[in-house]
Nanobody, 124 residues
Framework: QVQLVESGGGLVQAGGSLRLSCAAFGRTFSNYYMGWFRQAPGKEREFVAALTRSGLLTYYQDSVKGRFTISRDNAKNTVYLQMSSLKPEDTAVYYC?????????????????WGQGTQVTVSS
């Protein structure tokens, strides 16, 4: 099993940048496909980005492609989400998730473990 803990959220002006981190506590981190989701108040949880076990292949929601970058460092048991050119519509709670068998899935139910979430607020 694995425990996930997100950090790095905060308040930023439109056009600014933030880097989110997700620390995984478990011996089999490299065996999991990882993803980031976000959820704004009153809205459904939305897929943001995902990557393979090695990190060689990445997947992005169209609205963040070119602005966000997902990466992982298996030696540090950590996955990152580098966010640039932030927009007010990016405001949400961001969640890190791990899937044992699904690669690049946009479906939250395909993920086995979730972090507690970190708030990202983008002001205009």
């Amino acid at each position: 099993q694995v425990q996930l803990v997100e950090s790095g959220g905060g308040l930023v002006q439109a056009g600014g940048s933030l880097r989110l981190s997700c620390a995984a506590f478990g011996r089999t981190f490299s065996n999991y496909y990882m993803g980031w989701f976000r959820q704004a108040p009153g809205k459904e949880r939305e897929f943001v980005a995902a990557l393979t076990r090695s990190g060689l292949l990445t997947y992005y929601q169209d609205s963040v492609k070119g602005r966000f970058t997902i990466s992982r460092d298996n030696a540090k048991n950590t996955v990152y989400l580098q966010m640039s050119s932030l927009k007010p519509e990016d405001t949400a709670v961001y969640y890190c998730a791990a899937s044992a068998i699904y690669s690049g899935s946009v479906e939250p139910n395909d993920y086995d473990y979730w972090g507690q979430g970190t708030q990202v607020t983008v002001s205009s």
